[in-house]
C-alpha cells in the first residue's frame, strides 16, 4: 500500500462545509494546503479563507501552492487559539472551519524533521520548530514509567513496558539521538510474531509525535472553542486519525448538543440545557475501500461534522 499526496476524506469534508460562496472559512491545519485549495475553488472573490499552522516552513510551502488566490490569511499560531486569532483579525464569527488532525504530508516527506521512523535523521518531530520540548527530550529524559504510559495510551503499543525498558538500558550508555537508533531499541524491543501489522516503529513513533506536539489534552476545549467561533449553520468538519482524538471530539460535540437531565415526569426543563447545534454524522465518516487503497494514510481516518444552531 502506497502513500500519496492527496488530502484525506477531500470531497467528504467539502460536502460536509456546506459552504458558502462568499463565506469566511478556516483549515485550523493547513499542511499541504490540499483541503484548502479545494475550499478556495468554491469560494468567489467576496470569500475568504484563514489558513493557519504552527509550523513556518509548511506556511511557506502553503503560501506558494496557493499563490493564485487573493482571497488567503495564513496566520502562524495555533487552532487552540483559534478565538483569539479570529478576534486579532476583527471577525467575529466564521461559516466553517476545518481541523486535519495529526503529522501533515509535509512534514511525513520532510525526513530531517524527525517524524518518520523510515529514515536516519535527528530525533525532533516538532511541528513547531520554536517550540522546546523535541522527541530527543523525551526518550532522554522521561522516566521508564512515563515512557510506557505514552507508549502505550498515545500508540496503542502492547509491548510498550519492553520498549520503554530498553530504551533506558540504551540511554544509559549512550544518548539516543537519531531515528533509526530509536528504531532499532523499538524493533528489538517487539517479537518477531508481532511485526505483521505494519513498521514496528509506527505506534512508537506516533506516541512521541503526540507528547511532544501535546496533541490529544487541548483538544475537547479547542473544538468547543470552534463551535463557539461558527455562526448560525455554520459547520465544523474534524479528522482524526488516532481513537483518543475521536473520542476527545466526540465528547465535545455532544456536549454541546446539550441534553436535558430533568425527571421525565416535570412538564417543563429546570436544569437550564442549551442546545448550541447538531451532530450532521451520527457515526464518523471513513474513507471508500478505493482512498484507503491509494492512500495508506487515510486508513484510521475519521470525519465527524457539527452544525451549529
Known sequence: MKFVHKPVLLEECIKGLNIKPD????DGTLGGAGHSKKILENLDEKGLLIGIDRDEEALSVAKEKLKEYNNVKYIYGNHDDILSIIKNLNIKKVDGILLDLGVSSYQLDEKTRGFSYLSDNVLDMRMDKNQELTAKDV?????????????????????????????????????????????????????????????PAKRTFQAIRIE???????????????????????????????????????????????????????????????????????KPIIPTQEEMNENSRSKSAKLRIFEKK
Open 139 to 199: 526518550v532522554n529524559t522521561y522516566s521508564e514509567k512515563k515512557l510506557a504510559d505514552i507508549i502505550y495510551q498515545y500508540g496503542e503499543e502492547r509491548f510498550s513496558r519492553q520498549i520503554a525498558r530498553n530504551i533506558i538500558l540504551y540511554r544509559n550508555k549512550k544518548i539516543i539521538e537519531t531515528t533509526k537508533q530509536l528504531t532499532d531499541i523499538i524493533d528489538k524491543s517487539i517479537p518477531s510474531y508481532a511485526k505483521k501489522d505494519g513498521h
Open 212 to 282: 511532544v506536539n501535546d496533541e490529544i489534552k487541548p483538544l475537547e476545549k479547542t473544538i468547543k472553542n470552534c463551535i463557539e467561533a461558527l455562526n448560525t449553520e455554520g459547520r465544523l468538519c474534524v479528522i482524526t486519525f488516532h481513537s483518543l482524538e475521536d473520542r476527545a471530539v466526540k465528547n465535545a460535540m455532544i456536549e454541546k448538543v446539550g441534553h436535558c437531565t430533568c425527571p421525565k415526569d416535570l412538564p417543563y426543563c429546570v436544569c437550564g440545557a442549551v442546545s448550541e447545534g447538531r451532530i450532521i454524522t451520527k
Open 23 to 26: 463565506g469566511i472559512y478556516i
